[in-house]
Structures are given as C-alpha cells and as structure tokens.
C-alpha cells in the first residue's frame, strides 16, 4: 500500500494578490492622470497621512525598526501623522548592511525570509553593488506591482502610449531598471517591450538592429549607453534621426545646464525625459512635457531633505540629502530612510501640466562619494556640466583622487580625466580651459589629463550594463571606485 503525499498548496501569484485593492490605493496611468495627479495639494497630504498610517502599523510589528524606534524613546502613540515624522531616527544603507550581517543573509529588517515564499510570493532584487557587495531587498507582490505602476505612469505622461515598441537595454536581472521598464510595457501600458539587454547581452550593432527592423520607437536606458548606441547607428551607416523614436526615457543625473538632454535629443532627434529612482523606492520622479521638474509619485513616497552635516530638515530650495518615506512597502518598510541622493524641491505650485505634485530638480549626485580637497567638498558629478559642454571632449571623465606627498607635506590631490574626440586636440589648452571652468564649478583646484578616446571605458563601465562611475578614490583607507 502507498501513501499518498500530503497535498501541497501553491501560493500562486494571481490568487494570492488583490490587484484591485493595490490599485484603488496606487492607481495605474489612466485613472492616475484623470483624477489623482490633479488633486490640490490639501488633498494630496491627507491621503499621503492616511497611507503613512498604515505602513506604520506594519513597520512597528518589523523587529528591526521597533528596536531602532524604541531605542530612540518613541512610542507608537508618538508617531499620529507626517508632522510626527522627525521624531523618528533615520535609517541608512549602512544600517541595513549591519542587520544583514547581524542576521545573514537578509537582515531583520526585511520583514520576511525566503521560507516565506511558500505562502506569499516573493523576489529578490538587488542594489547594484556600486559601493561594496550587492545588498538584497524583497520584494511582495505589493511592492512588485506598485513599482511597475510608477515607471507606467511616467512613461504614459511623457507620451508612451497602447501600440508603441519600447527598447529595453537593461539586463533582467537582480537589479531592478529592466524589469520595470518591462512591467510597465507588458502589464499597463500596451507597448511591446524588447528586453535585448545590455550591450554584454546584446550587441550594440545588434540592438541597432533589432531596432530598425522591429519598429523601436521609445527607448529606455542610462544615457551614456543611449549616446553610446546613437554613434553605433551612425557608424553602421544608419542615421538615428531616421529611425523614427518617439521618445528617451533616461537618468541624465546633475545635467543642469541640459548639455547631456541637447547631446541626445540632437542624436536621435526626439524627446528625451529625465527620471529618478532606486531599487528600494522605484521611480520617485519624472518629467512631465513641460520639463519643468520632476514629478514625485506622492501617493507612494513622502520626501524629506536633510542637511548633509546636521541632518536638520531642510526648506524647499535647499539641496541635501534625500530622506525616503516609502507609503507603500511591507517587505521592507522604509521609513526615514536616508539615501544619500543631493536632491532639492522646488516650491510646491501648480506645474504648466495641471498638478500640484511636488516637483524636484535634477539629482545633483551622492553625498557619500563626495571628496574634501582642501576643505573644499567636491562632489565627482558636478563635473558633467564643465565636460559635456567642451566639444573637444567624448563626454566622458573620471574623478582620481591620490594621496601626495611625504612627512609634513602629505596632501590630497584630484586628477580630473578626460577624454578627447580627436587625436588633433590642442591637450594643453583643453586642458587650461577645463582646469579654469572646473575651478568656478567645483570651487576648488584640480588638475585635468585629458586622455584618448575610449581609454576610460573599463574603470567607467561606460557603454555596459549598468551605472557609469565618475570617481577612483585611491587615498590608503579610502579605497572604492564609484
């Protein structure tokens, strides 16, 4: 006689999650524009309290933020509206490094383990590993789907619509870029997605390909590779102007004086819009057609910003550090949690599309690969204006920081790379000339080496997959390459 195993229930994915109770909280792009997107501000804060309600019952039932918060001499009743917030401590990257190897290998402060998939659905994603060992965060059907439902609805307001063909130059993989660009597609937009990859998986001159004969007309991918796919077009022989896009969806990153948007909407002859998110929170912001800002998705973020030193909150107008409340995550709650993004908002008023949605100027950078020369801080990022304006130069830098010197004459020294379009160049004066405009720019002194094209790809991980790094910090004790 067999014994018959015990039956086994799957938690499957579209019995086990309410989409309907995820989108009356968070609606999808249609109802979003119609309705929400257009409340008044009065508005807009009560229903951001209503939701920071309840993340903050599961939050205090996670044991990670309860011993923080205790530890603090918060008590629940403390904590009654978004007025309350301040009273809470802020939680850094570094915070959740330490829980991880506290409680290896995910943390505490996750909420769930792995074990937990066989009742709810879990992913895993991943920070991209830019500052040390790639950090894991979970991600509930919630959380999935609440992502996907921001990048749609930036890409619907920014003119992506049902029949489109989008490009997708970001691997699928534990980072999170390519799967929102896709989810976004393929569950709430009607676009078909082409997931090619990054140039590791495809080609470039394939993906160039692929594109003029299936009809890509919206991209979506850091824009150095963007730049970098354009010259491939037109080193096959093919104009990217004639290819017909429709838009660029992109991270132009501290792009202030808009030479990295002209640079693209010249190589392809489009739009392009500019966006800002992280794996943990998904696309916080995005421009709208009157490019007047970046629209933050209220309805599933608070946002503070706080001062890099004192950590004292700041007025709009300001720039500092980004302080995310997300409104919508269990598995892990984010509460305070302090990015390390230089960000600053605008005063809140109503923008030229119709929305009271608080808008924030362009990311200025990350306050931790911020270098003190001279007790001057520099921050690498802020040398895309001053490198992307010279026509001499590729566009493309890199920061080197070096400790010289000997017994009471040791000093650090910044050596700005920078790369030259043609072997003809004039290096000294291009070197002059950047040296004086980064000087007004950085508000300090350093040196610059123009180098040859191209020499900076394998310490920039410029045209591969994923963020491109602007600073080698070599200072004994200082080591990390950002």
């Known amino acids: 006689m067999t014994t018959r195993a015990p039956r086994v229930t799957l938690p499957n994915y579209y019995r086990t999650t309410d989409f309907e109770a995820i989108y009356r909280r968070h609606p999808p792009p249609d109802a979003f524009v119609e309705q929400m997107y257009l409340w008044p501000p009065e508005r807009i804060r009560d229903y951001q309290n209503k939701l920071f309600s309840e993340v903050m019952e599961t939050a205090w039932r996670n044991p990670f933020y309860r011993q923080k918060w205790q530890g603090a001499g918060v008590k629940p009743e403390d904590i009654k509206s978004l007025d309350d917030l301040p009273k809470l401590p802020v939680v850094t990257v570094y915070d959740f490094k330490d829980a991880i190897e506290k409680d290896p290998p995910f943390g505490l402060h996750q909420g769930v383990t792995a074990r937990d998939a066989a009742t709810k659905p879990l992913k895993l994603q991943s920070s991209g590993g830019t500052t040390g060992r790639p950090r894991p965060t979970f991600f509930g059907p919630l959380e999935w789907e609440v992502q996907a439902i921001q990048t749609a609805r930036a890409l619907f307001i920014q003119g992506a619509r049902p029949g489109d063909v989008m490009q997708i130059p970001a691997t699928l993989s534990t980072a999170n870029l390519g799967w929102v660009y896709y989810q976004a597609c393929h569950y709430y937009l009607g676009i078909v997605p082409i997931t090619t990859g990054s140039g590791v998986v495809t080609a470039s001159r394939r993906q160039v390909e692929e594109a003029v004969a299936w009809g890509t007309n919206i991209w979506g991918a850091f824009p150095e590779y963007l730049l970098h796919l354009a010259q491939t077009a037109t080193e096959m022989g093919i104009d990217p102007r004639s290819m017909k896009t429709k838009l660029l969806s992109t991270y132009l990153g501290p792009d202030t004086e808009g030479s990295l948007r002209r640079e693209l909407e010249a190589a392809w002859g489009c739009d392009v ?175 610059v080496e123009p180098v040859p094209p191209g020499t900076l790809a394998d310490l920039t991980n410029y045209g591969r997959e994923g963020k491109v790094r602007r600073l080698l910090d070599r200072r004994p004790g200082y080591e990390r390459h950002y």
Not at 321 to 337: E, G
Not at 340 to 345: E, N, Q, T
Not at 412 to 441: N, W
């Open 273 to 447: 819009f500019d966006n800002y998110g992280t794996h943990e929170i998904g696309v916080a912001s995005f421009e709208c057609p009157a490019q007047a800002g970046l629209h933050v998705n209220e309805d599933t973020l608070f946002l503070e910003v706080a001062d890099i030193d004192t950590g004292e909150i700041l007025p709009h107008g300001q720039t500092g550090n980004l302080v995310a409340t997300s409104l919508y995550r269990q598995h892990p709650p984010l509460i305070r949690y302090n990015l390390m993004d230089l960000v600053r908002f605008f005063p809140r008023e109503r923008c030229a599309c119709g929305s009271y949605f608080l808008r924030m100027d362009h990311f200025m950078g990350r306050s931790d690969d911020m270098v003190k020369l001279r007790g001057i801080n520099i921050y690498p990022m802020a040398c895309l204006n001053a490198v992307q304006s010279d026509q001499r130069s590729t566009g493309q830098w890199l920061c080197v920081v070096d400790r010289v010197g000997e017994g009471g004459d040791v000093r650090d020294e910044m050596t700005v790379r920078v790369e030259y379009r043609e072997e003809s160049v004039d290096a000294a004066a291009m070197r002059r000339d950047l040296e004086e405009r980064l000087k007004v720019d950085l508000g300090a002194r350093v040196t």
